[in-house]
């Protein structure tokens, strides 16, 4: 199993820096950052007390059907705190027409402890990884339909585990997550409201705890998005958004900002 992982990690860096010798018709390159107050994910708070730095590194295979749509990519999250720990995320997402979505995520999050077994990036033991493997499909809207829906299930690595009758660690959760969201405009403010929640449920008297944090199967991720593009002069402007969160099942709420270059 840990062989097969390493085959898919490099599988990945491969496609990705095999790039440049892709004709410019077939694919494109993006790289950019986004500078946010809070990194707050799924209705949880990932930053600590600090403001994050999130930059992306993307490339977009595009068949001779632009129907349809590979692409793969690196994303990662950085904070001041010392108290949060650094997360660098490889994906491949398949698109069709733009609309409906399916993703592989290798999330890395090792916490602040680096020199760990599982602060290792190559290290895919199923026990002690500090990667998760995630599957998501979704449903990105049309306008003539402005609703959105996500499904995303965990299915590898150091999602939460369940607690054997004698205390030992079990089996992963298979965490779940589920998303709907609505899109809309007011002027040139782009609106997204959406409600996200989890069907997995710990076991309480276990005292298990779920992966987003959660003791029980609810909603978890509350909220409305609003962005819009920040005009500086006639040849440039920088995308801006303002969220506000809230986690019913955690009792918590976050207002989050950010802009991106």
């Not at 990690?9 to 694919?27: R, W, Y």
């Amino acid at each position: 199993m840990r062989q097969f992982f390493r085959s898919f990690l490099t599988c990945l860096l491969l496609m990705a820096f095999s790039v440049p010798g892709i004709s410019q018709e077939g694919s494109k390159v993006h790289a950019g950052v986004d500078l946010m107050s809070r990194y707050v994910w799924r209705g949880m708070n990932l930053g600590g007390s600090s403001p994050s730095i999130q930059p992306c590194l993307k490339f977009d295979f595009i068949s001779g059907n632009t129907n349809h749509t590979l692409s793969t990519g690196f994303w990662g999250a950085y904070t001041f705190s010392n108290t949060a720990g650094q997360e660098v995320d490889m994906f491949i997402v398949y698109s069709f027409k733009e609309f409906l979505s399916l993703t592989l995520t290798d999330y890395f999050a090792p916490g602040v402890d680096f020199s760990s077994e599982g602060g290792n990036f190559f290290n895919y033991d199923k026990d002690s990884t500090s990667h998760v493997l995630e599957g998501t499909i979704s449903f990105n809207g049309t306008r003539k339909f402005p609703f959105t829906f996500l499904v995303a299930v965990n299915f590898f690595g150091n999602d939460s585990r369940r607690i054997n009758l004698d205390g030992s660690s079990g089996e992963i959760f298979f965490s779940n997550y589920f998303e709907a969201g609505y899109k809309t405009e007011l002027g040139d403010v782009a609106l997204n409201l959406f409600v996200g929640a989890t069907l997995t449920k710990p076991d309480e008297g276990a005292s298990e705890v779920g992966y987003y944090g959660n003791t029980s199967a609810g909603i978890i991720n509350l909220g409305i998005k609003a962005s819009k593009s920040l005009t500086i002069t006639d040849s440039f402007s920088i995308p801006v958004q303002a969220s506000l969160v809230a986690n019913p099942e955690a009792g918590n709420v976050f207002m989050v900002f950010g802009f991106s270059f």
